[in-house]
């Protein structure tokens, strides 16, 4: 709390200041002109060619030339950001996710999983019924990509048997997975919404359920009313003790245990059920735990770097700026105080973290760049923490849904090998979320 009082005093200290942003500029330029050029050349993945961990490297040299102090107390700055409490504790967290998901993997728990829910699914039900699988995997995963990399390939097997049409059926494992992705408890972005936010991550949760539980309600109806063609599914194998470590971190989570406890236990738990159902050994449990940890090498430096990128910026006046003109535009289409402004904040925060997820197409450095512009809104328009992590987790996770060059849509695209574009466009909970999350913002009575 120490940390976060100083961090908005000194902000406020600073005169707001456009050339402060050059560097953000810099980086989105440089990741988004490499996407669209490696695009035209028809590379796959045109968009992850440049890593965005070597593309910011530009921008923060540049932030460092522009700062008004001497060279050392700029770098001091630099990495003042990169050692903030919540950088270090949200890296932290993303190791431990990424160790759960690769040891859950590694022990059949996704397997495991999948085979449950295809167990409930009827034949006559098989799109709203992915849309539950993927939606419950990627809660109990924390993670969208691995939800749609352990689904689509059954997904597709099935769609191919009942003559569903692929595009529709991949919108409904796109749908399912970015659900998950934005409840769940162990999620990057969840972690670093509540992170940058100073909120608990079971306060976000219900939070978000105020959005998502009518948006997913609309969202089955409609891919129920889209169904097409029935297949029978051939059982499968259940070992409901793989299923277990899923279950048990869900239930902690949301009890409001600390999440470091939460996903270490689940951790243990998986490496567990290995070594009692399978040839799984403590060594190999081991390696599987280091390797969540690789696996989540990008994320981690990027975060790392975005919150050195977001010291030197607001250290000259950037992120002041930024403020300012949203305050601008709050001021414009507020008339009175109190509930009018708290909206227009919410809208505010809504605003910026989409369009900076429409530049970058990765939901976690949307919310990570925007989380602190977002934080001081909060504070001065009286929106609570949860409402903003929230705010921030949902309308980032709108935008990866729908565009065609986020990582979600590349991956199921070449896995039903149909295009990123017709993959999105089926993306129905996406644009429902949207329409239900602008109307609660611009409805609902606040009481603080």
Known sequence: MTTSTTTSSASNKVSPSFIALLPLFLFLTLFI????????????????????????????ILGILLSKQKLNQSIETFIGGIGHSNIIAMCLIYLLAGAFASVAKATGGVDATVALGLSLVPSSLLLPGFFVIAAFIATAMGTSMGTIAAVAPIALGVATEAEIGLAVMAGAVISGALFGDNLSIISDTTIASTRTQGCEMKDKFRENLIFAIPASIITLIVFTLAGQGQAEV???????????PYLTILFLAVAGLNVFVVLTVGILLAGITGLFTMDYGVIQFGQDIYAGFTNMQEIFILSMLVGGLAALMQQQGGLAFVSQQIEKLITKFSKAKGE???RASELGMAGIVAMTNTCVANNTVS??????????????HQVTPKRAASILDIFSCIIQGLIPYGAQALLIASTFSISPLEAVTHAWYCMILAVVAISIVILRKRTH
């Open 367 to 380: 919310i990570v760049v925007t989380g602190d512009i977002a934080k001081e809104l909060a504070q001065k």
């Open 33 to 60: 002109g490499a996407g669209v050029y490696f695009q035209s050349q028809g590379v796959d993945f045109a968009f992850y060619q440049l890593p965005s961990v070597v593309a910011i490297l530009p921008a923060i």
């Open 340 to 342: 009018a402004s708290t």
């Open 234 to 244: 051939a059982a499968q194998e259940i070992d409901f003790i793989k299923v277990i």
